[in-house]
């Protein structure tokens, strides 16, 4: 029983390093096949940063994005 509250003491704990971790997994997961359709046609390290700048552009004009 110890062990059992440990170990949810712990993930509780970790909690503010997983979400973040877990949002950017889930946005470049998303992001790579525009990446990968961008790098086919220009050049690749303007691929990675266009994905990148839009989606600053997008939070940016969104007011519920803080």
């Given at each position: 029983?110890?062990?059992?509250?440990?170990?949810?003491?712990?993930?509780?704990?970790?909690?503010?390093?997983?979400?973040?971790?877990?949002?950017?997994?889930?946005?470049?997961?998303g992001v790579e096949p525009v990446t990968a359709w961008l790098a086919r046609r220009i050049p690749r390290p303007l691929?990675?940063?266009?994905?990148?700048?839009?989606?600053?552009?997008?939070?940016?004009?969104?007011?519920?994005?803080?």
């Amino acid at each position: 029983m110890a062990v059992t509250a440990g170990v949810v003491e712990l993930l509780l704990a970790a909690g503010s390093v997983i979400l973040p971790i877990g949002v950017a997994f889930f946005i470049a997961v998303g992001v790579e096949p525009v990446t990968a359709w961008l790098a086919r046609r220009i050049p690749r390290p303007l691929a990675a940063a266009s994905p990148v700048r839009a989606d600053g552009l997008v939070c940016r004009a969104n007011p519920w994005v803080t």
